[in-house]
């Protein structure tokens, strides 16, 4: 069964600066996708970004990136010119190829000062 | 835009009691889900369908049904609510294929005393 790990319950971050959340992930297949969702207080779950296994490159949207490890299976998350809006949960995800189900990791609490 | 709505926001009810919650999706999806979020624990998934009158389990089906009459409805069934059920529970979906997005309701706030 695959897991998802977030070592990191709660980050902070100041305004205008740079964060790293910190995923990883365990499985044995070789194709499958990986998420970043925020959760803000309102708790409407939100997609952030999106990497395929089989992509080389590094997924980018807008402030948001990614530094996706296949071989280190490990999926962290950027956040650059932090935003007061950007305090939230953020959860990652994997989701397999062929497969129906996302598993979750723990989330991470992301608050970020004025 | 998707919209998946649940019916209930907030909820409070008593041990013993059959609860249902409700999730409508509005776009045709073949798939939806039922999750639980716990701190700490993030999402479990409860069941899933894929298509009317079908379910799968989950990793946390123990003391819960499901049921899905209608593609756009997919019900969350608790027999007999307990006190370890206090939770948010957030319905999903997603269209059929791989790489397809999914979808998330606001959630359900359900409180067991």
């Known amino acids: 069964a695959q897991t998802v790990t977030q070592s990191q319950p709660e980050m902070s971050v100041q305004e205008a600066e740079t964060v790293t959340l910190s995923c990883t992930y365990d499985?044995?297949?070789?194709?499958?996708?990986l998420f970043w969702y925020k959760q803000p207080p309102s708790r409407q779950m939100i997609l952030v970004i999106r990497?395929?296994?089989?992509?080389?490159q590094n997924a980018t949207e807008n402030r948001f990136s990614v530094n996706f490890q296949k071989a280190a299976k490990s999926f962290s998350l950027k956040i650059s010119d932090s935003q007061l809006g950007d305090a939230a949960m953020y959860f990652c995800?994997?989701?397999?190829?062929?497969?129906?189900?996302?598993?979750f990791g723990g989330g991470t609490r992301l608050m970020v000062k004025p | 835009d998707v919209k998946v709505t649940q019916s209930s926001r907030y909820l409070v009810k008593r041990t013993g009691e059959k609860v249902f919650l409700e999730c409508v999706q509005d776009?045709?999806?073949?798939?939806m889900f039922w999750y639980r979020q716990d701190p700490g624990l993030g999402l479990r998934l409860i069941y899933f369908?894929?298509?009317?009158?079908?379910?799968e389990k989950g990793d946390i089906p123990e003391g819960y049904s499901v049921s899905r009459e209608k593609k756009e409805r997919f019900s969350l069934i608790l027999e007999s609510a307990s006190t370890n059920q206090t939770s948010m529970y957030l319905c999903?979906?997603?269209?059929?294929?791989?790489?397809?997005?999914?979808?998330f309701g606001e959630g359900s706030w359900l409180t067991v005393v």
């Open positions: 999903a979906s997603r269209t059929g294929g791989s790489g397809n997005t999914i979808y």
């Open positions: 499985t044995s297949e070789s194709d499958y996708y």
């Open positions: 990497q395929e296994a089989y992509k080389q």
């Open positions: 995800a994997y989701r397999s190829d062929a497969g129906n189900m996302l598993t």
């Open positions: 776009m045709d999806h073949e798939n």
């Open positions: 369908s894929y298509d009317v009158k079908m379910k």
